[in-house]
């Protein structure tokens, strides 16, 4: 994680949500043994971080239904539906979820 992903997150005017597409998606891993996360521990690292967890609602459900299909995973366009949904700043490297409307932290406004 960069310093300015870093730094957004600690600021105190800032409200920092983890998806539960993301819980999801780090248990499927971690099932597979492509990771080693101590998920049982998850709401507590959250809470003591300051992060809030940000539920799948149906109306995340729709958009992510509703979007092109520039990107295929599944885990990253629920990502992607709930940033346009909530109107938030999405924290990603992944340079094809650049092709949505979407804002993306760090990255150029036009």
Known sequence: MDKAVREAMTAAENQVFVSSASVWEI???RASGRIVFPLEKFDDIARHMGID???ILPAHAI???S???HHRDPFDRMLIAQTIAENLVLVTSDSAISRYEVTIFGAATP
Do not use: D, F, S
């Open 53 to 55: 967890i940000l539920p």
């Open 63 to 65: 958009v992510a239904g």
């Open 67 to 69: 979007l092109p299909r």
């Open 27 to 29: 248990a499927i891993k």
